[in-house]
């Protein structure tokens, strides 16, 4: 695995030549771009698409045919085995007062949940975080329903570490309050807006720890049933009738332009085609594939001829599994490829900040000597960073291979991020454009850079 | 006037204990904002609101009991004298094939425009630009009605670049084709996107030059059109009673903390409060005045002692006279204050970029001195610029002074601008409030910082 950054003209990382090719792709991207309709078409004609269902298979052929359309050199799928769960068609919370009045909760099971067998009923407890819960004694929580009720700190700037800070009352909020003896779990969703809509994401379970179910309630429901507590008992009445499935068969869809000069070394960039199974997966992950599907489309129309392979992956199950990313990771270890860097897009389709790496510090200082090429483009963020779910397991198989994230602005991303909100009309035509173009910039200028 | 910077020590430009005091300035925007809910009631509760109108009288008296509410020093009004122009209940346009097929179009009346005078048919003329039209030959033109159907330039990266190689069809349209015999004026309305959304905004006459009615078509149906006239000759069918009327009495409205040590050197920041009457103003400009107030709210909660006088000033009029900015540079000339420097935002509520400039090259070096203080709160923009209409006239009343203005995102902000579509919906909260922390945080530096 060679990554030798050719710092022999300082002029290689900003040359007239690059400029001009850059202002070129921004050109194609926001005058005659693909992006906003090929967006539309997966959000509006497929709607959501959950690993394993009839969506996920229409999205699947879908993006296969849409890549054959685009006239790339290979388009072809990688078959993998996914989770294949469903919410079904009972998914309610009542809050009950210790008056007998009831209140409807707006709730959406955790991805993987277990149902609730009928109807569940019992008394909730309130903690303000996961470490408040395991200091519980068990007599606080056995029989009861945990409500596990932490805010996402809206002093973070970076919304991703708010999202980061609250991430362990979804994903080990069951475990945690089964081992206390708890009927069933339910969390404040994590979104920063205070709204009617509950977000959903992935909830895990342990062996020898007794499942039960999870759900998520909107951020005002949770603030609804917090106050109720203030004055007295309350039972939460649930029925959930959502559950796994046997594995099922899915593909990652994959798009090449074969390398003029080194075609057994590939760059991949991509995002994950899956989503949940509400909204229409626009922001997550939608933009992210319709940014490197549009931005190959956008290099070879430009009839740009690359060293390398470059090569976009539409991953299937990032959200609930990622065996999309392992599987592929594993694949082309095996295959004998070599692979020399990647890039993924799965924080929305907003305004572009700029790129993160995961690298040493090397790649990271030839990332920072990118910048320059971006600045009349507002792009501005340049540092180490994160890649991204699909594309991590790559450092296992191409030790020392740099990982790229491309980091639009996260202001508004988790007023939608799994939520019903999280649709094609929230998301910004030139926004999206602009995204995708900086993303074509960047795939060319590694290309060209990394010998 | 004096503007000095001290360049002393280094340190002064990124200090520890400003660190905490700006951390603390977005803590207060962020968990403890009012921006929002402002914003929500000048949008829900008054509307719309242009100059003369009752709104605008509306709005001045909220925002007048607004800020004696948060308790400021001073609040006080200042009156000045207002152009007053009405829409009226009658605003058609039809365009009819010589087949005899009618369709019918979005459009809005330009402010100031006068009306039709009952129903104007006549044929259309295209034309790709003003200067296209200034090149036509009277017997092309002559009692027709014109139009000017100049698209934004998408691939312009700064939007607001794209809107000023337009504004002169909107501006000097009516004159141009008036000079040639045309009966009225349509245009390509001022917008990025490809919408049924007409934008209005401000249009002139001359003298000597006979007024003729102007109108905005909404882009789909400024493309319609294009199509049609592709295929033959065009009649267009226009009513619009829209009229002026005698100026009216309306006001500047005023809140200030006293400087604790120079409490006649002035530091003025603000926005406009007057908006055209489609919509509800909510980027343009209820989001700039909601900046200001919330950031002057929040230094008050602080405690922070200013040791100039920090003023906000919700300017009435930008939009079609800019009678409040002219009349307060003057007034305060008048009045003996002096000014050491000015901000105005009034280009949206969007996710913050930074600050530009309109000033020598030592007050940009001193705006770039800023920067590090704004860097963990993602702003990159520090460059020479503009500052804003209303706070324009000042440069006139104080020679030298720094004239900044506020820079957010401005990828969005000509979905909405001078459209039905600027409503409060499309602000978001977590963007507006940022605006309003990093607005507090600069005036701090500046009044810490000019000697």
Chains 1, 2 share one sequence.
Not at 426 to 440: D, P, S, T, Y
Request: proline share 4%.
């Amino acid at each position: 695995m060679r990554f030798i950054i050719l710092f022999l003209f300082p002029i290689l990382c900003f040359s007239q030549t690059d400029s001009i090719f850059i202002r070129k792709i921004y050109d194609e991207a926001l005058l005659r771009g693909k992006a906003y309709e090929d967006l539309r078409q997966l959000c509006k004609d497929i709607g959501p698409r959950l690993s394993g269902s009839s969506e996920a298979q229409m999205a699947v052929e879908w993006s296969e045919q849409k890549m054959k359309s685009y006239g790339f050199d290979k388009v072809y799928l990688q078959e993998i085995n996914v989770p294949h769960w469903e919410r079904g068609t009972k998914e309610t919370a009542w809050l009950r007062t210790n008056r007998g009045e009831l209140t409807k909760l707006n709730i959406l099971a955790l991805g993987g949940s277990i149902g609730t067998d009928g109807i569940l009923t019992s008394e909730a407890v309130e903690f303000k975080s996961l470490d408040q819960l395991k200091e519980a004694k068990r007599s606080q929580v056995e029989g009861k329903i945990v409500f596990l009720n932490q805010p996402m700190d809206a002093a973070q700037i970076q919304t991703f570490k708010a999202y980061g800070l609250c991430y362990g009352i979804r994903g080990n909020g069951a475990v945690e309050a089964s081992k206390l003896g708890a009927k069933a779990v339910v969390i404040r969703s994590l979104g920063l807006p205070t709204d009617h809509n509950p977000h959903t994401g992935s909830m895990h379970y342990e062996e020898n720890v007794e499942k039960i179910p999870a759900g998520a309630l909107s951020t005002q429901d949770a603030d609804l049933l917090s106050n109720a507590l203030k004055n007295g008992k309350i039972e939460l009445i649930l029925e959930m009738d959502c559950r796994s499935y046997p594995d099922a068969v899915s593909y990652n869809v994959i798009a090449e332009i074969t390398g003029s000069k080194f075609p057994n070394e590939i760059i991949t960039f991509g995002g994950h085609l899956d989503s949940w199974d509400t909204g229409e997966g626009a922001h997550d992950d939608g933009a992210g594939v319709i940014h490197c599907l549009e931005a190959l489309r956008i290099l070879k129309e430009l009839k740009y001829k690359p060293e390398h392979t470059l090569r976009v992956v539409f991953f299937m199950n990032e959200e609930n599994g990622n065996m999309g990313g392992k599987s592929y990771a594993t694949w082309v270890k095996e295959k004998g490829e070599k692979h020399i860097a990647a890039l993924e897009s799965d924080r929305g389709g907003f305004s572009p900040r700029g790129f993160g790496c995961d690298g040493t510090d090397a790649q990271v200082k030839f990332l920072q000597s990118l910048a320059p090429n971006f600045t009349s483009y507002d792009l501005h963020v340049f540092e180490k960073g994160y890649g991204g779910v699909d594309i991590g397991p790559l450092k296992e198989s191409f030790p020392g291979i740099p990982l790229f994230g491309f980091i639009p602005d996260s202001q508004r991303y988790f007023d939608f991020h799994h939520a019903p909100s999280d649709v094609f009309e929230n998301v910004n035509k030139r926004e999206l454009e602009l995204g995708a173009a900086a993303i074509a910039s960047f795939v060319y200028l590694l290309d060209l850079q990394i010998k």
